[in-house]
């Protein structure tokens, strides 16, 4: 009897319920709609051949490198005449640079043990002018997974790690595990961002490559070997960046480097061919975007 007097009153208050939240003022909010993807394309200026073309490229102000598991080359920005480089030993201590920027005088790389796990990664620095090894930083066994990607973010960093699916990836984790990391200057985490589904589901079963944030405070991505370069913005709240737009370049993914010299100048590789290639990349709008924001020379909210 009393079971029965229980089901009778729990089914009195789920008859009520609705119209006591239509009492109440309450509606169903909205379904979230994303903002719209803008398509571009890129306009190819130049091209280069560079063997070393295979893994990405930097550029300073008047050379670029090209960067190739444990080989760079140093190319003058202008002819395409190489000039210099550095190389190491196979399966060495340096075993898989991914990519690199440069500074004036120095060019800073993402070096991992790929395809080996537990994943490993360091950070290496060169000397432009002799193309020597000068310094290391061991960032050791991570969870986040395999450094691609890094640069300046505010007084810090900020560093794209991959997962894979298969080769070089883990059992319990896949490339949807893939994420941006932001460090303060002495590599401690102090945030970061989940990538969209989207963006993750086109670089399956690999990752980011290469990324950078562009001289419009938004973050560029390229996967593995689609040529796109996805553009992403910070959320206005939540973890995961915002998909605004995507480029078509005809380069095949891997790491590239904007040219400071010149503001939507960028340049990537064509892998299949050993090739550096320059861009014109078109500019990017957030008016459609209304939880989107630019990231800040230091990460702060608006």
């Known amino acids: ?135 290391s930083h061991s960032l050791g066994l991570q969870d986040e997974g395999s450094l691609t990607f890094f640069g300046r973010f505010g007084d810090g960093w900020f560093a794209g790690f991959a997962q894979y699916d298969g080769e070089g990836g883990l059992e319990y984790k896949d490339s949807r595990f893939a994420g941006i990391v932001l460090y303060d200057a002495q590599w401690r985490r102090t945030g970061g961002y989940a990538l969209p589904d989207m963006v993750l589901a086109r670089m399956a079963p690999h990752a980011a490559s290469g990324g950078a944030i562009g001289p419009d405070g938004l973050l560029y991505l390229f996967g593995h070997d689609r040529p796109e370069l996805y553009v992403l913005a910070r959320p206005t709240m939540g973890p995961t960046l915002v998909h605004v737009a995507t480029i078509a370049v005809d380069a095949a993914g891997q790491a590239f480097a904007w040219d400071r010299a010149a503001m939507r100048t960028l340049y990537a590789i064509n892998r299949p061919t050993g090739a550096v290639r320059v861009f014109e990349i078109p500019e990017v709008s957030l008016d459609h975007s209304p939880d989107a924001r630019r990231f800040e020379t230091t990460p702060r909210d608006d």
């Open 1 to 135: 009897m009393h079971s029965i007097t229980r089901l009778a009153a729990a089914a009195f208050l789920v008859a009520i319920a609705p119209s006591a939240a239509a009492q109440s003022g309450l509606t169903r909010p909205p379904d979230y709609e994303a903002p719209p993807v803008v398509t571009l394309q890129a306009a190819l200026v130049r091209e280069f051949d560079a063997p070393e073309a295979r893994q990405g490229v930097a550029v300073d102000d008047r050379h670029f490198y090209a960067i190739v598991n444990t080989m760079i080359g140093k190319y003058d920005k202008e002819t395409g005449a190489r000039i210099a480089g550095w190389s190491g030993p196979r399966g060495g201590l340096v075993r898989h640079i991914n990519s690199c920027f440069a500074e004036p005088g120095r060019l800073y790389c993402a070096n991992s043990n790929f395809p080996r796990t537990p994943m490993a990664s360091s950070v290496e620095i060169f000397d432009t002018a002799t193309m020597t090894h000068i310094e």
